[in-house]
Nanobody, 124 residues
């Protein structure tokens, strides 16, 4: 089992940057396929980015491609989301998620564990 804790959210002006972190408990972090999702109040949670356990292959939603970068440090048991050129439409609660030995990045139902979320607000 793994526990996930997000941090790094906040308020930023459009065009600015934030880096989110997701700290994971446990000793098998490298076996987890990790993802970031986001949700706006009243809307469905949507896929943002994902990264494989050991090879580091990455996946992105079209809406963030070229602006966001997902990364992980398997020694520190931490995943990151570097968000640049932020837009007001990026405003949401961002969640990290873990899928043990997973390989499907886009479907929420594939992920076994979720963090509590961190709020990102981008002002215009």
């Amino acid at each position: 089992q793994v526990q996930l804790v997000e941090s790094g959210g906040g308020l930023v002006q459009a065009g600015g940057s934030l880096r989110l972190s997701c700290a994971a408990s446990g000793r098998t972090f490298s076996r987890y396929f990790m993802g970031w999702f986001r949700q706006v109040l009243g809307k469905e949670r949507e896929f943002v980015a994902a990264i494989t356990g050991s090879s580091g292959r990455t996946y992105y939603a079209d809406s963030v491609k070229g602006r966001f970068t997902i990364a992980r440090d398997n020694v520190k048991n931490t995943m990151y989301l570097q968000m640049n050129s932020l837009k007001p439409e990026d405003t949401a609660v961002y969640y990290c998620a873990a899928d043990y030995l997973g390989s499907t990045p886009y479907r929420q139902s594939e992920y076994d564990y979720w963090g509590q979320g961190t709020q990102v607000t981008v002002s215009s």
